[in-house]
């Protein structure tokens, strides 16, 4: 029997939209919503002439185009990024399965990382600062990180710490009878509102300005909100705690998520420093202004 106090898990049943033969689950609504809500407000920062001064800015045609090379970047470097960091042994035993998406297992630091390949190839095909669209999406990802999580805690996955004595905890049909922390629900709230919050005050007090500024708050951010969400969350059962082992929650064990997100604090932090100290500013101010102006 479940504890007295937990609450039991929600029946929400996984398929969001069904016609016929043709399922949408939330996990993948909730990437379609994230990039479209993304696609959105980018184009609303990039039509704000105040947040640009001399450095170019994309174009909205680009921004439409940018969207199908991200969505690319985050699935196939979730992915990848999930077969390297969290269950290699498995998927050299069986090569077939990493195509087999439909089973689950995405990687954030994988996808960020395919994310910035993306970003970083676009701007050099189009001519504009990396650094800039990577700042550009730096300030709208954190809304397809709410939604993401909001859909974990719906799939009923990566479910959070054994939490006997907290008065919210969940009893997941996939984590026994044991009360847990709705690890989900606070790393949406952490990673996803709070990191919104922070990035729209931040691109609003320094614009695109600074290249590298944004993104590295923004990395530097997440860095610290997952790392905190992780004393909650419940390590991979293929992994478990990589040093340590105490199974409490803010107990002593290092996971792999904690420890994918200390080199970037650590770049987010440099790259915080570079901008303002102006090293990532345009070379050649007058020159970012004429193609601003479409004279070059």
């Known amino acids: 029997m479940p504890p007295l106090f937990a609450i039991p898990f929600p029946a929400i049943d996984p398929v969001a939209v069904a016609l016929g033969p043709i399922t949408i689950k939330w996990y993948a609504l909730a990437y379609i919503v994230g990039l479209v809500g993304g696609w959105y407000y980018a184009r609303r920062l990039v039509a704000s002439d105040s947040l640009w001064g001399v450095v170019r800015r994309p174009k909205l045609s680009d921004v439409d185009d940018l969207i199908v090379w991200v969505a690319l970047g985050v ?26 998406i439909r089973n689950g297992g995405m990687s954030f630091h994988g996808g960020f990382l395919g994310a910035i390949f993306a970003l970083l190839l676009f701007a050099r095909m189009r001519g504009l600062n990396g650094y800039t669209m990577l700042d550009l999406a730096a300030v709208v ?4 990180l709410f939604f993401g999580r909001i859909a974990n805690f719906v799939n009923g996955e990566l479910w959070g710490r054994p ?42 007090r320094f614009g695109f300005r600074k290249p590298g500024l944004i993104g590295g708050i923004f990395v530097l951010g997440y860095a610290v909100t997952r790392t905190f969400c992780e004393f909650f969350r419940e390590p991979d059962p293929q992994l478990g705690f990589l040093f340590g082992g105490d199974v409490g929650a803010l107990g002593g064990g290092i996971t ?27 070379r050649n101010p007058e020159i970012e202004i004429q193609a601003e102006a479409g004279q070059i």
């Open 141 to 144: 990802t954190p809304i397809g």
């Open 256 to 282: 792999m998520g904690m420890l994918l997100c200390l080199p970037m604090a650590v770049v987010g932090l440099t790259y915080i420093v570079l901008a303002a100290r102006g090293v990532t500013r345009p």
């Open 75 to 100: 699935v196939l470097g979730g992915r990848i990024g999930y077969v390297l960091f969290y269950n290699l042994p498995m998927y050299l035993d069986d090569p077939a399965e990493i195509l087999a």
């Open 163 to 204: 939490a006997p004595d907290f008065p919210y905890a969940v009893v997941f049909p996939t984590g026994g009878e044991v009360p847990r922390y709705p690890s989900q629900l606070f790393e949406a709230g952490a990673e996803g509102l709070l990191l919104f919050v922070v990035m729209a005050l931040a691109v609003r």
